[in-house]
């Protein structure tokens, strides 16, 4: 099951170990972020929390299940963790914060430098650079286009987005960058279909581009 080939029970304590680890750092993120971005909204309610260390933990493990002890698995639980948490922001403010955002574009070169580094995968760097600029142009000309539809919260996540689709592969970040707005269509549909079409209008896309971004980096080889 392990994209490594380990599938050891050394394996498998990885993925429980980064799904605890994930389920740790949720709400400390939460915490830092309501103390240090107060007009984010302070701390969510428990039930929130509750569902995003979820989700956070069950990321982190299937990234450890992915990559399993590869160098890159550092940059990538760092994608589970802060990308949780935009998702979390957009849902309910429907905005996507600029410090955030920029974390997770910063954090992610650094954590990618590494591997492109001293594990010689230059090229990979290259590509995960290539795909910010070509992700974050696209969603730019899209944005400036229908502004109506794509804001420009989501032109700037475009670029940590494309970042590590373009890390992983071209294939990686066409069919993330596409799928992204099928998931997004799918769920306004949903969303037209039980509260009205006046509500259409209130569906957030940073959760989906986050979304397809890690089902492309788990199931696309």
């Given at each position: 099951?392990?994209?490594?080939?380990?599938?050891?029970?050394?394996?498998?304590?990885?993925v429980?170990?980064?799904?605890?680890?994930?389920?740790?750092?949720?709400?400390?993120a939460?915490?830092?972020?309501?103390?240090?971005?107060?007009?984010?909204?302070?701390?969510?309610?428990?039930?929130?929390?509750?569902?995003?260390?979820?989700?956070?933990?069950?990321?982190?493990?299937?990234?450890?299940?992915?990559?399993?002890?590869?160098?890159?698995?550092?940059?990538?639980?760092?994608?589970?963790?802060?990308?949780?948490?935009?998702?979390?922001?957009?849902?309910?403010?429907?905005?996507?914060?600029?410090?955030?955002?920029?974390?997770?574009?910063?954090?992610?070169?650094?954590?990618?430098?590494?591997?492109?580094?001293?594990?010689?995968?230059?090229?990979?760097?290259?590509?995960?650079?290539?795909?910010?600029?070509?992700l974050?142009?696209g969603?730019?000309?899209?944005?400036?286009?229908?502004?109506?539809?794509?804001?420009?919260?989501?032109?700037?996540?475009?670029?940590?987005?494309?970042?590590?689709?373009?890390?992983?592969?071209?294939?990686?970040l066409?069919?993330?960058?596409?799928?992204?707005?099928?998931l997004?269509?799918?769920?306004?549909?949903?969303?037209?279909?039980?509260?009205?079409?006046?509500?259409?209008?209130?569906?957030?896309?940073?959760?989906?581009?986050?979304?397809?971004?890690?089902?492309?980096?788990?199931?696309i080889?």
């Amino acid at each position: 099951m392990f994209a490594t080939g380990d599938d050891s029970p050394a394996g498998w304590l990885l993925v429980v170990g980064a799904a605890l680890l994930g389920l740790v750092l949720s709400p400390v993120a939460e915490i830092l972020i309501a103390r240090y971005l107060p007009r984010l909204g302070g701390l969510p309610r428990p039930s929130v929390r509750i569902t995003t260390a979820a989700l956070t933990g069950l990321a982190c493990g299937a990234f450890s299940l992915r990559f399993g002890m590869g160098i890159a698995l550092p940059a990538f639980l760092f994608l589970a963790v802060l990308g949780v948490q935009l998702a979390r922001i957009d849902i309910a403010l429907h905005l996507l914060s600029n410090p955030l955002v920029l974390m997770l574009l910063a954090g992610g070169l650094l954590l990618l430098l590494m591997p492109g580094v001293f594990d010689q995968q230059t090229d990979n760097l290259l590509r995960a650079l290539l795909g910010a600029v070509i992700l974050f142009a696209g969603y730019l000309i899209l944005g400036l286009i229908s502004p109506g539809g794509i804001g420009m919260g989501d032109v700037k996540l475009a670029a940590p987005v494309g970042l590590y689709l373009g890390y992983l592969g071209w294939s990686q970040l066409l069919y993330g960058g596409l799928f992204g707005f099928v998931l997004n269509g799918v769920v306004t549909v949903l969303i037209l279909s039980r509260k009205g079409r006046n509500k259409a209008s209130e569906v957030a896309h940073g959760p989906s581009m986050l979304g397809a971004t890690a089902v492309a980096s788990l199931f696309i080889f």
